[in-house]
């Protein structure tokens, strides 16, 4: 009887076990009622009440293990089986990562591979080597960050500094694309931060030509907005390219009939292009008269906002969930 008492069990599992073993048909219980059998008629009364009371003990021992069980182990009231589970929560890429990756997988499939530099710079790599004159407004407070005065140090304000770079350390043929973020003293509005992305490309190779500027062009704006794009090349400055021109492509939303992102003419400007200036060649050691080459530059945020619309630029760095799960399906 005080075994009966003692029984202990932790799960539906031990409790069966312990069924098993006293009430079952082979149970110790049941092998003591067959040998009730072979009592003495003058002890049955007293051992017959004393076995029921034993299988009684068992019965309820068992019924109340079960119980305490469920209630305590199994069933918790308080959670709602059968309300569906919540996904597991993934992170979703940045719009930016995902344009900028697009725009060097574009470029990668043209035979181009990536280089990447730091973003604080000497004033050599962001200026200097590039053509920049001595007082040109870009080298100016107003334009550019500056970390250290003498000798200058710059947050970079555009990623051909990398290119720089890339022409110091490779012999043509040269052809690199430079993503990366740059800086400039700008305020802060819908159209203007004071930091922003990149991706450049620079070629440098034997009888490079701008109609290989223009064809790489066109084939990155097509794979780019869709294989209808027109662009044009506009005639332009920068000190690093001679001729120089910015390029645009046909509206993406009017596909050139001219609305209001377009501002009615048809065309969007997305980057700036050239032949490399051979100052710039001979600026990090590379033979003008043997070489030419093209540089390209254009900013993430510009074709980020053409692709999806994105009205204001502050939203890129905002980090708002709800803005950036707006591009959760999108790749
Ligand atoms: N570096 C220029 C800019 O930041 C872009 C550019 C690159 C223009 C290469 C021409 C050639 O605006």
């Known amino acids: 009887m005080a075994e009966i008492e003692g029984l202990h069990a932790e799960n539906a599992e031990q409790i069966e076990a312990l069924r098993i073993k006293y009430l079952s048909k082979k149970g110790a219980i049941s092998a003591l009622m067959n040998d009730f059998r072979t009592v003495a008629p003058e002890q049955k009364r ?36 059968t309300r569906p589970a919540y996904p597991d929560e993934v992170g979703t890429r940045h719009p930016l990562s995902l344009v900028k990756q697009e725009i060097i997988d574009i470029f990668a499939r043209l035979g181009f591979s990536i280089a990447e530099g730091p973003e604080v710079e000497d004033d050599w790599h962001v200026y200097g080597a590039l053509n920049f004159a001595d007082d040109h407004p870009a080298r100016d407070m107003q334009d550019t960050f500056f970390i250290q005065q003498n000798p200058i140090v ?45 991706v450049e490309g620079l070629y440098i190779d034997k009888n490079v030509s701008f109609a290989d500027l223009k064809q790489v062009l066109l084939q990155f704006a097509r794979e780019m907005f869709g294989p209808d794009t027109q662009i044009r090349l506009r005639p332009s ?60 530059g254009m900013g993430v945020e510009r074709i980020a906002n053409l692709k999806y619309r994105v009205k204001d630029l502050r939203l890129f760095s905002e980090n708002d969930q709800r803005f950036l799960d707006e591009f959760e399906a999108a790749h």
Request: neutral net charge.
């Open 46 to 81: 007293e051992i017959g009440q004393k076995l029921n009371a034993l299988k009684t003990a068992a019965t309820d021992k068992l019924e109340a293990l079960k119980n305490q069980y469920q209630q305590t182990d199994h069933i918790d009231d308080s959670i709602d089986l």
């Open 237 to 296: 400055y920068f000190p690093f390219t001679e001729p120089s021109a910015e390029m645009d492509v046909s509206c993406t939303l009017c596909k050139g009939k001219g609305c209001s992102m377009c501002k009615g003419s048809g065309w969007l400007e997305i980057l700036g292009c050239g032949m490399v200036d051979p100052n710039v060649l001979e600026a990090s050691g590379i033979d003008s008269k043997e070489y030419t080459g093209y540089a390209f």
């Open 154 to 198: 710059v947050l970079r304000s555009h990623t051909s500094s990398v290119q720089v770079r890339t022409m110091g350390q490779q012999k043509p043929p040269i052809r690199v694309v430079c993503p990366g973020r740059v800086y400039r003293n700008e305020a802060i509005s819908a159209r203007a931060h004071c930091f922003f992305h990149q």
